[in-house]
């Protein structure tokens, strides 16, 4: 007779009846300002910001600004990181 194992895989997959659950969490952030501030004279430079700074609230036409180089936030690198959040709450056994 044969035996089996049965392997047991801890993931983030978990379903609604599991004690996993799982969330994601994405975080985009505008980091380096390409913005080529010397296109004019055929060189290349950038005004070196190294990260984007909304200059005004979201909704009004600063959110896409920069505070720090006043570009539009389209220059700035984008990163986007993507978190999983696992929760895992192990079952209690009463002996
Ligand atoms: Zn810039």
Do not use: W
Not at 43 to 56: L, P, Q, T
């Amino acid at each position: 007779m044969k035996k089996r194992q049965v392997v047991m895989k801890k993931d983030c997959t978990g379903g609604k009846n599991s004690t996993t659950s799982s969330s994601m969490v994405r975080t985009v952030r505008y980091v380096e300002c390409q913005k080529n501030h010397a296109a004019n004279i055929g060189s290349y430079a950038v005004d070196g910001c190294r990260e984007f700074m909304a200059s005004g609230d979201e909704g009004t036409n600063g959110a896409l600004l920069c505070a720090a180089c006043g570009c539009h936030r389209n220059f700035h690198r984008r990163e986007v990181e993507t978190e999983v959040v696992c929760e895992y709450s192990p079952p209690t056994f009463n002996d």
